[in-house]
């Protein structure tokens, strides 16, 4: 079992930055593929970025590519998700998984979550 702990969201003008982390806690962090996704109000999950075990090639969606940099420092078993030029429309909870799934954007890949974090971006 791997517990996924996110923090770092909260309140932030438009064209502001945050930084998420997501730590894990599991010494085989290095394993898995580590993603991110989030959930605005009234819609669905959606994929936002990816980075694979051992640190392969990342992936993003259309709609933070340039914005959006995932990474991972395997000495803390931790994911980051640094987010620049945010817009209204970044608002949503933000939650991290783990999994081992080749499809990178697909929730379904996916194995474990964490609880989320609230981001929110005023206009």
């Known amino acids: 079992q791997v517990h996924l702990v996110e923090s770092g969201g909260g309140l932030v003008q438009a064209g502001g930055s945050l930084r998420l982390s997501c730590a894990a806690s599991?010494?085989?962090?290095?394993?898995?593929?580590m993603g991110w996704f989030r959930q605005a109000p009234g819609k669905e999950r959606e994929f936002v970025a990816a980075?694979?075990?051992?640190?392969?090639?990342?992936n993003y969606a259309d709609s933070v590519k340039g914005r959006f940099t995932i990474s991972r420092d395997y000495a803390k078993n931790t994911v980051y998700l640094q987010m620049n030029s945010l817009k209204p429309e970044d608002t949503a909870v933000y939650f991290c998984?783990?999994?081992?799934?080749?499809?990178?954007?697909?929730?379904?890949?996916?194995?474990?979550w964490g609880q989320g974090t609230q981001v929110t971006v005023s206009s």
């Open positions: 998984a783990a999994g081992f799934g080749t499809r990178l954007a697909l929730a379904g890949s996916y194995k474990y």
């Open positions: 980075i694979p075990w051992g640190g392969g090639s990342t």
């Open positions: 599991e010494r085989t962090f290095s394993t898995y593929t």
